[in-house]
């Protein structure tokens, strides 16, 4: 099926060439068409243009979007989206005075959400999971990664992992599934944490290459989780199955972890709240991308990554949500991409940058999703009459969506 969508007010992230990702000063420039159209056929964009050039043109279904942008979908790097319950008396506690770190210790926190999880069946956990992932595609997330990581028992975190995949299979949004093992230490290992990775390196990882359930690799770098050592461990085990890795990373402290994550090639570096000197000079010259997750600095009351400094560096940034039950209950990617331009002082083009093409190569699918490109997929928001896309992060208690196609079709 084609559609064509017509009298575009403005259409933005357009890019003739197959840009994979923005650094630096390149993160300041948007271009964009005025008075444009869109070309779709099945599932890609076939042409765009000027609508003084559109008489020729024919579709099976028309739109027209007057008054209104056309965009590409909200690319989220980073969720937990799959997990079972919630942690709404933990946010109720941190009201009270308690500290993340507090609720971790008295065995709240991740083996909380892993033990509702392991008492979960896999159809009732891909029920929930599948009940937030279309609240998220309203809301125009088109490609996303999910991870694991609330399981901590080989059972449960291949539960998780099989129903991502399930999700992958059943629906039309890109997503992309990481392995987060070492998320947090099982209390049943506390005092045995080399026990818990050998468990992670030789039943979890052979199982999870035999089913084909994750691209990549996660760990939690950070003090009283797992340090650089463990992170070295898992990142050299995931490498024998060919999982590129992802890491949580520098969230409450700095020390050392994203020039390992450099060293091993990492996808991406998440999170980068605490961030120092020799951080900017490890991510110089390297293929690894930074990534904020401003909604989850929002919810905890934590320093948001200082996103500014990142770009002035001349380094590319990507947006994600942290989509999860404990520090960000929430995918809008709408209300990330203007917290980053409230808080983290980005401006419209670069936020909107970071959370489309950034986005995707956080994900390693920049070559097919993330901008306004013949022959990438068919994956656009069309917001309601606005006024320019400064208003979209500007009016950031609305919803300014009107239409969301992913893969080419209307959802």
Not at 294 to 316: E, V
Not at 387 to 394: A, F, K, Q
Request: hydrophobic letters at 40%; a negative charge.
């Amino acid at each position: 099926m084609s559609i064509l969508i017509t009298n575009i007010q403005e259409l933005l992230q357009v890019r003739e060439e197959n840009t994979l990702k923005l650094s630096g000063n390149q993160m300041k420039e948007l271009p964009t068409i005025k008075d444009a159209y869109l070309l779709i056929d099945n599932d890609t964009i076939v042409d765009f243009g000027s609508m003084i050039d559109v008489s020729t043109i024919k579709a099976d279904k028309i739109i027209d979007a007057t008054g209104k942008l056309v965009l590409p979908t909200w690319c989220d790097s980073h969720t937990h989206i799959v997990y079972a319950g919630d942690r709404s008396q933990e946010f109720v506690d941190r009201i009270n005075g308690l500290s993340y770190e507090d609720i971790a210790n008295r065995g709240g926190g991740i083996t909380n959400s892993a033990k509702i999880l392991q008492n979960t069946s896999e159809d009732e956990l891909y029920n929930q999971s599948i009940a937030r992932l279309k609240n998220v595609m309203t809301l125009g997330t088109g490609a996303i990664e999910i991870k694991s990581g609330y399981g901590l028992t080989p059972e449960a975190e291949l539960k998780m992992l099989r129903v991502i995949k399930r999700i992958k299979k059943e629906f039309p949004l890109k997503v992309k599934a990481t392995f987060l093992g070492a998320h947090a230490l099982p209390l049943e290992y506390k005092d045995n944490k080399q026990g818990y990775l050998d468990q992670i390196i030789n039943v979890m990882l052979p199982q999870i290459a035999k089913e084909n359930l994750a691209q990549y690799i996660d760990i939690f770098c950070e003090k009283g989780y797992f340090d650089l050592n463990d992170t070295e461990q898992i990142l050299n085990a995931g490498k024998h199955y060919n999982l590129i890795p992802k890491i949580h990373v520098n969230q409450f402290n700095a020390f050392g972890g994203i020039a390992l994550a450099v060293k091993h090639n990492a996808l991406s570096v998440d999170h980068l709240e605490q961030l120092n000197p020799e951080d900017i000079k490890a991510l110089k010259d390297s293929d690894t991308i930074a990534v904020a997750l401003p909604s989850c600095s929002y919810f905890l009351s934590i320093p948001y990554t200082p996103g500014r400094q990142i770009i002035d560096a001349g380094l590319p940034l990507a947006l994600a949500s942290d989509y999860n039950p404990g520090s960000t209950p929430s995918g809008n990617m709408n209300f990330v991409v203007s917290t980053a331009c409230i808080k983290m002082r980005l401006t419209p083009e670069e936020a909107i940058n970071a959370a489309t093409i950034n986005g995707a190569y956080a994900m390693g699918i920049s070559n097919q999703y993330g901008s306004i490109t013949k022959g990438k997929k068919a994956n656009l928001i069309i917001t309601k009459p606005i006024s320019s896309y400064n208003y979209l992060p500007y009016a950031f208690g609305d919803n300014h969506i009107d239409t969301v196609i992913i893969n080419g079709q209307v959802i």
